[in-house]
Each structure stands twice: as structure tokens, then as C-alpha cells.
């Protein structure tokens, strides 16, 4: 499960995380889509928000890191 389907099945937008955050909706759309690095700080407040741990969070985003690097190895194979 990556960072955007945990959060629709906690019920949690990106926007929840706005305010939670106290960022832009572009800075928390990067963050959910990996493309942003995120800090320890940062995961422990979604963490929170979702109740789970930091390391669901990190999972989260590896998972969806690892589905960006496999569309970019497709793409440079063709």
C-alpha cells in the first residue's frame, strides 16, 4: 500500500494534511508522491494523524518509490 491509499483508507485528504503540516497543498501532494524527501518530524505528525507508526508511513513511500523507479526502467528499456 503506498502513501496515497493509506491515506484514503484512513479518510485522510491531502488537504487534512495541509493543516496538520502547516505546508501547501503542492508540498504535501510532492511529499505523498515521494518526490519530496521527507523528515522524520514530518512522518511522525502523518503518523500520528493516521495512528499508525513512522515506519507504515516510510514503508508507504518506499512502495511508491519503488512503482516510480519500475515505470522508469519500462520506459528506458523501450
Do not use: H, P
Not at 491509499?5 to 511529499?31: F, I
Amino acid at each position: 500500500m503506498n502513501l496515497q491509499e493509506l491515506l484514503a483508507s484512513k479518510g485522510v485528504s491531502q488537504v487534512d494534511l495541509m493543516d496538520d503540516l502547516k505546508c501547501s497543498e503542492s508540498q504535501v501532494s510532492l511529499l505523498v508522491n515521494g518526490k519530496r524527501k521527507m523528515s522524520v518530524e514530518v512522518a511522525a505528525i502523518i503518523a500520528k494523524r493516521l495512528d499508525v507508526t513512522i515506519e507504515v508511513v516510510f514503508d508507504a513511500l518506499n512502495l511508491t518509490k519503488r512503482k516510480d523507479n519500475k515505470q522508469g526502467d519500462n520506459e528506458k528499456a523501450v
